[in-house]
Structures are given as structure tokens and as C-alpha cells.
């Protein structure tokens, strides 16, 4: 398990106005008193907006950057004192293009970087034929990078985290840039191996429904502080007082979809005539008065979906740190 | 393998097939060329204006008559010093510059492992270059004798891991100060004015030449000179070379545990 405590990163940043002025020292409190356990077999997320303190925070836990304060044990190793120790069994993955050997060919990359990692020649190539064949690069691993898609060297990007094998892996935008299949197929390998090999996984993302479906836990910071944290469920029922629901008709009356329109307490709703359809969000649970309009008017409904929206409760989350910041 | 020797080969063979694919030969090419011409100028000037007069100050500090020879093999030790520099020297901050030194911080592997990879990789190159330059100064009419060439190559090896030792100092201050052009150039400067590569250390004021011995090449190089135009042998000059190898290895020293110390600063500092 990887156990972080009380953790604190202040940047310190140098500014001059010019060459011949003495610099400025500004400093910058990236992360906030940020706890946090990431337990193998599970994944865990980190939601957040663009300068939360987010990539900050990854960087601490894979001691790429030394926290101003508080504690990092990986395994019962100390990652402060012994990064090291705890280097060998972690590894980060990061979106971009940049941090690969564009010159070298995919297997070229994970041969030096595997080599860094310490791994011999036997295991070295077989390890790299599975990293590739997972990321789906087997076809161009004999390819210079330079001459691979965007996605392709995220792929390469995903490979390389992987040549270690990790105990613990943490992904800052490992999506960023990635088809959707290829996206889909990524999330399920990532499930796949936290169950199945029992590994530790860190994630953050944009992609609010990736964190959704693939987190078991996921923190919310703002501002470097943790402003919420608990499961995706625990979330949205903590903070959705909005319904989110989604009916199909079996044909499009006009006058029953105004009248719908005209109930009281929607947020937000959207028609749509053509597939007999509405997507509504409201403060109240509608579903009983719009089941009577619709008999009212004898139009059957096919189907009746509701949603949490961990996106609408992420929303309001942060909305009320930022009240309070 | 050890750790060590597993990083070193794999940067080795990292920066080998990234040179050969990148610029095969024009930086070995203008190299060559560019210290060729450092022996033809003076040798020029000897010849043509100075008509072969040497001042007594230089002979007498100089120990020879043969300034052609001098001052052959100061720029063939020259040429292995900014051969090793540029090489070793650069190849952190050149990373950085492309944004690939994060994930090599990110491992476990051996930091000293690098720095050997990226010397070994270059070092062929580098006595390819040496053995030029030697071969036009010979052509020009240095006197090298033959029963001398063991003892070069020995010498050589030695200044070679000498600049190895400069050049971790030379990386650990470009990548702490984000500067190659002024780093660099200083560097170059002092070797070609204070190490004794055209004239002897004694021609210049005092003060630098206290300057000069913080330079291990200095020794090195008096010492190389001795055993060639001087007929003495290794031992007469033991005292040069172990003062030589000290200072190295207090260069060493000094490049690579600063690097360790505040190779965490690294990663905040390059803010990408
Ligand atoms: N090396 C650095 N030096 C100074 N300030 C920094 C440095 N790195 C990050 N910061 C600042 O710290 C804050 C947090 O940055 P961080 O990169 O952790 O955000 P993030 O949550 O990853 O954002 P994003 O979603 O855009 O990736 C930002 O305000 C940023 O400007
Ligand atoms: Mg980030």
C-alpha cells in the first residue's frame, strides 16, 4: 500500500522584471495537507481542475519532486528518505509525446528503458513483447517514433510505463490523445491488471465518465486541497440533489412535450422530436407527473432511464470549494 | 551485470544509434577540420612571421626548441578535451532540452552509469579525432618517434578520463544554471589560454597560473609533453600525475554529488 501523509508542496519561483534587477521569490503552494492511500487491487482517482495540483501531487507520490512536508511510504519503504528503494516498483505514465526517443524505434525505447530498470536481456524481450502487444504497437515496434501518430507514442508512452512491472502505477492523463476504442480498450487492460495482478493504480483524468467507471475511490481537490473524497456513488448521492432522467416515447405528440417543458423545477431540458425523446435535469423527481401526462395524452413511454451524474456532482463540488476559497 | 555497466551500455548504445541516425559526420567533420586549422595557424605564423624564432622564456620554460612539435601535441590534447565536453558534457542538458530526462529520473538507474554510457560512447570518436590531427601535425613536421607510440596511447586514455572528470562537473553546472554557451565557451577559453595547450603555463601572470593548476589538464599535459619532447619517463613525472588525477577526481566528485543532492530540484525546476 501506498500511504502519503499530510503532504505539502510549496514552489519556489524566481522572477526578473530584467536581466540586471535582483530576482523575485514568489512562492507557490501547489498542494495542500493531502492525504491519501492507493491499496493494490485498487484504483483510485484524482479529479481536479487545470492547476489543482493534480500532476504535483503524482509527481510527489513517484518522487520525481520532494515534498516540502509530510510523508510518502510505498510498501513500507520510506520514498522520502529512500526513493530509490521504492523507484523499483513504481512507475508513472504521462499524457504527451515528449519524454521518448523520437529517433529510436518503439522496441529501441523499451530496450533502453527496460535497461534502466535493471532487467537482463531474456526478461527484457519478453517483457517488451507483451508491453507492446497490450498497447497494440507489435506491427510498428521495428518503426522510428518520429514517424508514429500522436497516439501511437501515447501508446509507446503506456508500453514504457509498463516495462518494470510495476507494483504501483500512476497515470497523469494516460488517455490524453487516444482513440476511443483504443481508449476503451486501455481502461479495461487497466482493470484487468489491478484485479487480476493485483497492482495499485493512481489515475487522474478530464475525462469525468473514464473516472467514473474505472475508479474504486476517487479524491477531489481544489486549489491543492482535498475538497472531497469516496467512492464515484458516494459522491454523486452526496452532492446530486438534481434528477437526471431520459424518456422515450413510442411517438411525438407536441402539446404532451410542451406541457413537460412547462413543469415546474427543470434545470435544463432537451427535445427532441425525432426519436420521440426527452433528456431532462431537475431538482425534483419528476418521473410520477410526467408518467400522468403522458396517459393523459395516451402516448406510451419505451423507456424510462435515470442517471447520477458524477459530472453535474463534481460540478457542485467544486462550485463549493470554491465559495469557501 | 551490475547496474552500473547495464545503464552504461544501454546509454551507450541509446546515444550511438541516435548520433548515427542524427548527424553521422558532420560534427565529427567540422571538428576535425576546425582543429586542423588550429595547428596550421600557428605553425603558419611560426613559420612565416616569426621565421622560426622561438623567445628564450619559451625555451627555457618549454624545455624544447621544437615549438612545432609543442604545440602539435597541445592541440592533439585540446581535441580530446572538447571532443569529451561537448559529448559528456552536454548530453544532460540536451535531454532536458528535448524533454527525455524525465523518465531516466523516474528510474532507479545508476546516475554515475550514465555519464560512463555517454563517455564510452564517444570515446572511439574521440581517439579517431586525436589520431588525426597527430597524423597532419606529423605531416607539418612534428617530430613524433615512433617508439613513443605506447606511450601516447597511454597518456591519451589518461587525459581522456581526465576531461571525463571535467566534463561532470561541466554537465552538473549546465543543468543547474540552464546555460551551455557561456559554460561551454569558458571552459574552452581556459583550456586554450591557462592549460599550457599553445605556451607555456609559466608565460603568464602569476595569478592565473595559480588558476591554471586548479585545471587538471595542466599537469596532465606538462607531463604528456615531458615524457614525449623531453625523453623522460612515467615515473620521473608521477608527482604531475597523481596531482592531476586528485583535482579529477575532486571535479568528479564535486559534478556528481551535487547532481545527486539536487537532482529532485531538477524536475521543479524545468517547469514543462
Ligand atoms: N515546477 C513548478 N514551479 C512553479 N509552479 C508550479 C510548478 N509546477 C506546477 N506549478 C503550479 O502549481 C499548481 C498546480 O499545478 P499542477 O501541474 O499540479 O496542476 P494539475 O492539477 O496537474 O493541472 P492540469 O489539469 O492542468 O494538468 C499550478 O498553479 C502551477 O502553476
Ligand atoms: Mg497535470
Known amino acids: ?325 | 551485470m551490475k547496474p552500473v555497466f547495464l545503464t552504461a551500455k544501454a546509454v551507450t548504445l541509446k546515444n550511438r544509434i541516435i548520433t548515427n541516425r542524427a548527424y553521422p559526420l558532420s560534427s565529427f567533420t567540422e571538428r576535425v577540420v576546425g582543429s586542423i586549422f588550429s595547428i596550421i595557424f600557428p605553425v603558419f605564423i611560426y613559420y612565416f612571421i616569426f621565421n622560426c624564432h622561438i623567445s628564450e622564456s619559451f625555451t627555457k620554460h618549454a624545455n624544447t626548441m621544437d615549438y612545432l612539435t609543442y604545440i602539435v601535441l597541445g592541440q592533439s590534447v585540446n581535441i580530446i578535451a572538447v571532443s569529451t565536453l561537448m559529448s559528456v558534457g552536454r548530453c544532460m542538458i540536451t535531454e532536458i532540452r528535448e524533454g527525455t530526462l524525465d523518465n531516466f529520473l523516474l528510474s532507479p538507474a545508476s546516475r554515475i552509469g550514465y555519464f560512463l554510457g555517454s563517455y564510452v560512447e564517444q570515446f572511439l570518436r574521440s581517439m579517431l579525432e586525436f589520431s588525426l590531427v597527430l597524423l597532419v601535425g606529423i605531416t607539418l613536421g612534428a617530430r613524433i618517434p615512433a617508439e613513443k607510440v605506447p606511450i601516447i596511447a597511454l597518456f591519451i586514455i589518461f587525459m581522456s578520463l581526465v576531461c571525463f572528470c571535467m566534463a561532470i562537473l561541466i554537465s552538473t553546472i549546465m543543468v543547474f544554471t540552464k546555460d551551455t554557451y557561456i559554460t561551454q565557451n569558458t571552459f574552452f577559453l581556459l583550456i586554450d589560454f591557462i592549460c599550457g595547450v599553445l605556451f607555456p603555463v609559466e608565460c603568464l601572470p602569476h595569478w592565473l597560473q595559480y588558476i591554471s593548476q586548479l585545471m587538471p589538464l595542466t599537469s596532465a599535459l606538462k607531463a604528456f609533453r615531458n615524457c614525449i619532447l623531453g625523453n623522460q619517463s612515467l615515473q620521473d613525472n608521477w608527482i604531475l600525475l597523481a596531482y592531476s588525477s586528485i583535482i579529477s577526481i575532486v571535479f568528479l566528485a564535486i559534478g556528481y554529488c551535487y547532481f545527486r543532492k539536487f537532482e529532485k530540484k531538477l524536475i521543479e525546476n524545468i517547469y514543462v
Not at chain 1, 473516472?211 to 479524491?219: M, Q, R, S, T
Open chain 1, 1 to 325: 500500500m501506498i500511504q502519503a501523509k499530510n503532504l505539502n508542496k510549496i514552489y519556489k519561483i524566481k522572477m526578473k522584471k530584467h536581466i540586471w534587477n535582483r530576482s523575485e521569490i514568489q512562492y507557490k503552494e501547489a498542494v495542500h495537507d493531502i492525504s491519501m492511500d492507493i491499496e493494490k487491487g485498487k484504483i483510485v482517482g484524482l479529479l481536479g481542475v487545470n492547476g489543482a495540483g493534480k500532476t504535483t501531487t503524482i509527481k510527489m507520490l513517484s518522487t520525481m519532486i520532494s515534498p516540502s512536508s509530510g510523508t510518502i511510504h510505498v510498501d513500507d519503504i520510506d520514498a522520502v528518505k529512500f526513493p530509490f528503494h521504492a523507484k523499483k516498483i513504481i512507475n508513472l505514465i504521462t499524457g504527451g509525446e515528449r519524454n521518448i526517443y523520437w529517433r529510436l524505434s518503439a522496441r529501441e525505447n523499451l530496450e533502453y528503458f527496460g535497461s534502466l530498470y535493471g532487467l537482463t536481456k531474456t526478461e527484457l524481450k519478453k517483457r517488451i513483447d507483451y508491453c507492446l502487444s497490450i498497447v497494440n504497437l507489435t506491427k510498428n515496434a521495428d518503426i522510428p517514433v518520429e514517424k508514429y501518430s500522436k497516439g501511437m507514442k501515447q501508446r509507446l508512452q503506456i508500453a514504457r510505463g509498463l516495462i518494470n512491472n510495476p507494483s504501483y502505477i500512476f497515470l497523469d492523463e494516460p488517455t490524453l490523445g487516444i482513440d476511443i476504442l483504443m481508449a476503451k480498450e486501455l481502461r479495461e487492460y487497466i482493470k484487468r491488471i489491478t484485479v487480476e495482478e493485483n497492482k495499485g493504480v493512481l489515475l487522474t483524468t478530464h475525462y469525468i465518465a473514464e473516472a467514473d467507471e474505472l475508479c474504486n475511490y476517487i479524491y477531489v481537490i481544489n486549489n491543492g486541497k482535498i475538497v472531497s473524497e469516496g467512492t464515484a456513488n458516494d459522491l454523486k448521492k452526496l452532492y446530486t440533489s438534481n434528477y437526471c432522467l431520459n424518456f422515450i416515447f413510442d411517438c411525438y405528440n407536441k402539446s404532451l412535450f410542451d406541457d413537460i417543458a412547462k413543469l415546474e423545477n427543470i434545470i435544463k431540458i432537451e427535445l427532441n422530436p425525432e426519436l420521440h425523446s426527452i433528456k431532462l435535469i431537475s431538482k425534483e423527481n419528476l418521473i410520477k407527473k410526467i408518467i400522468q401526462l403522458s396517459s393523459n395524452y395516451k402516448c406510451n413511454i419505451n423507456q424510462i432511464k435515470t442517471e447520477d451524474s458524477l459530472e453535474a456532482s463534481l460540478m457542485q463540488i467544486l462550485k463549493v470549494g470554491n465559495s469557501h476559497a
